[in-house]
T-cell receptor, first 113, second 108 residues
Framework: ETAVFQTPNYHVTQVGNEVSFNCKQTLGHDTMYWYKQDSKKLLKIMFSYNNKQLIVNETVPRRFSPQSSDKAHLNLRIKSVEPEDSAVYLC???WGTGGYTQYFGPGTRLLVL | GQQVQQSPASLVLQEGENAELQCNFSTSLNSMQWFYQRPGGSLVSLFYNPSGTKQSGRLTSTTVIKERRSSLHISSSQTTDSGTYLCAMEPGYQNFYFGKGTSLTVIP
């Protein structure tokens, strides 16, 4: 049963445009994450957000920013997309870190032309 | 360098055969998890297993902390087991590293 929802499923855009992806979890979790999965299927964590504390992977370009209205939502904004941003973006949530199971959404596939 | 090494990269099995997937870590870890990713689908958590052995149905995970490795054993494989198996480690607070995955194909 899906409990982490992502929209859109798929998005095609041009270099330089701004995009925003939505993520909502209905599990009552207090920690949410954004991951990027590249064409080689390698998953890398981008952000984690817990009780208004944001932890950023230092390799994430500044054009990426997470946006949260409440603990059930963590959106991802890309200010000016680049070709290398083409990937699948996965959102996840958990009760916390250090041993809590993460629940993933279905992902948003981004194609930058 | 790569923090998490998974092997084999891919594996083809006849239905009913067993599989052993390996995950090796280059640093000490706080926790680790095994995930399953359906072809074109999302991730499903299989095990949180920072140490010792855990079993769920036909799946068994064994983590040996001092040797910095974890394994996932699939017994009596089924075609529905086909997909990618990923391991991830958490060396510190809210910092996760994933392996590149093992692509498993089970043929009838």
């Amino acid at each position: 049963e899906t409990a982490v929802f992502q929209t859109p499923n798929y998005h095609v855009t041009q270099v330089g445009n701004e995009v925003s992806f939505n993520c909502k979890q209905t599990l009552g979790h207090d920690t949410m994450y954004w991951y990027k999965q590249d064409s080689k299927k390698l998953l890398k964590i981008m952000f984690s957000y817990n009780n208004k504390q944001l932890i950023v992977n230092e390799t994430v370009p500044r054009r990426f920013s997470p946006q949260s209205s409440d603990k059930a939502h963590l959106n991802l904004r890309i200010k000016s997309v680049e070709p290398e941003d083409s990937a699948v973006y996965l959102c996840a949530s958990s009760w916390g870190t250090g041993g809590y199971t993460q629940y993933f959404g279905p992902g948003t596939r981004l194609l930058v032309l | 360098g790569q923090q998490v090494q998974q092997s084999p990269a891919s594996l083809v099995l006849q239905e009913g055969e067993n599989a052993e997937l390996q995950c090796n870590f280059s640093t000490s870890l706080n926790s680790m998890q095994w995930f399953y990713q359906r072809p074109g689908g999302s991730l499903v958590s299989l095990f949180y297993n920072p140490s010792g052995t855990k079993q769920s149905g036909r799946l068994t995970s064994t983590t040996v902390i001092k040797e910095r490795r974890s394994s996932l054993h699939i017994s009596s494989s089924q075609t529905t087991d086909s997909g990618t198996y990923l391991c991830a480690m958490e060396p510190g607070y809210q910092n996760f590293y994933f392996g590149k995955g093992t692509s498993l194909t089970v043929i009838p």
